[in-house]
């Protein structure tokens, strides 16, 4: 018997070390071999989960821990390699729960509470996940997996320049993590750091050369950059590497136009019939799978797609539609004539900032590229900043103090500092231009405050057929809207701006506002373009009227549209669509 015991505790060492050397399919042969002679070998159970998650085996992975912790339920690490497994299977609050148990079992489980907060992440708990990751260093301040994720988590609560110091960290720790190097290129992206971006994911692929992710990346980067060739290669290089990417579809879907018999297409049915696929999966295929059958002028399955892939985004988000109306109402209130005229010349004198004002999808980004192509202007894009400064408006207690709330309290020194605070950041982003344009669309909730703080700059309100805007922004999946995705509560979003800019054109100055019809640009681009230069206070450049081969980073869902000439097929895009629209129809004409 001691024999046979000595066997296969040699036979499990070997292995582990051809687990650990990637020789994955030699230490499964050998698992199986030490399983069959002894069937409650927990050990070589668990390293076989392993190997089946490593070989994509994600129910074969689970079912084989799940003997061992029958046997063993409070083995921490087993817990803690569950939850790995079920986040790879996507099912990610049972992964939460894993980790949990794991936790409970074993407070000081590095790599259980790393791993949460990547789970977390997911999850868009950001703040939780930044908690855990900060946990995990205080036990080990060198554990390369925990610095990555709180990159990732600092990432998404804006806090770039502490993510790439985390990245930094991480890639001391271990130089060769690919996967470290991809984030931090995505964060320099962020910061506008475009060649040390694209530096740092082809670092990644010097690495790992089959890294999907990293191709995606430099993908979105070269499209934003007007590299739109190149980009389509990266991504058609990504999904020759892992043709199950779902996120690199949505991306090629974009930047491209498909044909009948498109292979990309096929690739996608596929997908999309096999079932299977984690939600977030489902309603990104969605989404691409519209854009496709759009190109092939297939406007009811698209649209069949565009009310699943919303349907699908819309249960994964949480929505406040009677807060989020009652902003408007709040704002009208606030703004009367009395107020604005009690305030007016006291804001910051720069005639630094155009801010460009609209719904998503009216022509915003269109009117930002005609102004950007003047070479005395530097198109920002879609600014945070005047957001960013109300936010921080505090009270005589140093609390904040909500929008708008705090509007009538505001004094000649505040209201200069807002307005000062807004111009020293955009400086910063002017690249040596005289003026600098914000294309925020949701500045309009702003318009009132921004001629009070900043008096001298040009506000363009952008404006596009309602229901052309509105369907734009169902076929859209957005980076941070909550009232596109589902079409009753996208016409009573839209009715309550239309409002609001009324009530702007009520209480405004005439003319303080110029209101540029997207309609009207299209079918006469130069007498538009001429006008918005104008506005801007700006001599008239012949270069704003090639627009589409100025190069400059378009950060919107709209960036590949802007890289073309003028084009008129957008006007009336609705009416393909008029059979499926009533729930917004109905709210835009009650």
């Not at 040009?458 to 734009?472: F, L, N, Q, Y």
Request: proline share 4%.
């Amino acid at each position: 018997m001691t024999d046979v015991t000595l066997t296969l505790s040699q036979a499990l060492k070997i292995a582990v070390s051809a687990y650990n050397a990637g020789r994955l399919h030699q230490a499964e042969q050998l698992c199986q071999q030490i399983t069959a002679a002894q069937h409650d070998c927990l050990d070589a159970l668990h390293l076989l989960a392993l190997i089946h998650s490593r070989l994509g085996r994600g129910q074969k992975a689970l079912e084989s821990l799940d003997k061992v912790l029958m046997e063993r339920p409070d083995d921490a690490q087993a817990l803690s390699d569950r939850g790995g497994i079920l986040y790879a299977l996507r099912r990610l609050e049972g992964a939460v729960a894993s980790y949990d148990h794991a936790l409970a079992v074993q407070p000081d489980h590095v790599e259980a509470l790393s791993n949460r907060g990547g789970i977390l992440h997911a999850l868009a708990r950001y703040e939780e996940a930044l908690v855990n990751c900060d946990q995990a260093l205080t036990l080990e301040p060198g554990h390369a997996e925990a610095l990555s994720n709180r990159g990732n988590a600092l990432h998404q609560l804006k806090r770039f320049e502490e993510a790439v110091a985390s990245y930094d960290r991480a890639l001391i720790a271990r130089p060769d993590y690919a996967e470290a190097l991809s984030n931090r290129g995505n964060t320099l992206h962020e910061l506008r750091r475009f060649e040390a971006a694209l530096a740092s994911y082809q670092q990644a692929l010097a690495l790992e050369p089959d890294y999907p992710t990293a191709y995606n990346n430099i993908g979105s980067a070269l499209k934003e950059l007007g590299r739109l060739d190149e980009a389509r290669q990266s991504y058609i290089r990504a999904l020759d590497i892992d043709p199950n990417v779902i996120s690199v579809y949505v991306q090629l879907a974009d930047a491209k136009t498909f044909a009948a018999g498109d292979s990309h297409l096929a690739v996608m049915e596929k997908l999309s019939a096999k079932g299977g696929l984690a939600a977030a999966d489902r309603f990104r295929l969605d989404f691409a799978l519209a854009k496709a059958y759009a190109d092939l002028k297939n406007h009811r399955r698209s649209f069949q797609h565009l009310l699943s892939g919303n349907a699908g985004k819309r249960a994964t988000i949480s929505y406040d539609e009677n807060s989020a109306l009652a902003l408007f109402d709040r704002i009208a209130t606030t703004f009367t004539p009395e107020v604005l005229a009690s305030k007016l010349g006291m804001g910051d004198p720069s005639r630094q900032p155009i801010f460009i004002i609209g719904m998503p999808r009216s022509g915003t980004t269109l009117i930002e590229q005609i102004i950007a192509s003047h070479p005395l202007v530097h198109g920002a894009g879609e600014l945070k900043i005047f957001s960013d400064v109300v936010r921080h408006v505090r009270g005589l207690d140093g609390n904040a103090i909500a929008y708008p709330e705090f509007v009538p309290a505001l004094d000649a020194a505040t209201l200069k500092q807002i307005g000062a605070h807004y111009v020293a950041a955009v400086r910063d982003l002017a690249c040596g231009r005289h003026r600098v344009t914000d294309k925020m669309p949701s500045n309009f909730f702003f318009a009132g405050l921004i001629h009070l703080a900043l008096p001298n700059a040009k506000i363009i309100h952008a404006v596009r057929d309602p229901i052309d805007t509105c369907v734009s922004c169902f076929s859209k999946l957005f980076a941070e809207q909550n009232h596109t995705y589902d079409l009753g509560e996208l016409g009573r979003y839209y009715k309550a701006y239309q409002r609001l800019m009324e009530h702007w054109q009520r209480v405004l100055p005439a003319g303080r506002i110029l209101h540029v019809s997207y309609e009207k640009v299209v079918a006469d681009l130069e007498a538009e373009a001429s006008r918005i230069i104008a506005h801007c206070g700006l001599d008239w450049d012949e270069r704003c009227l090639a627009f589409h081969k100025t190069e400059r980073l378009v950060k919107t869902v709209s960036a590949t549209q802007v890289r073309r000439p003028i084009y008129r097929s957008a006007v009336g895009r609705w009416r393909a669509y008029e059979p499926f629209l009533a729930p917004l129809l109905v709210e835009l004409r009650g």
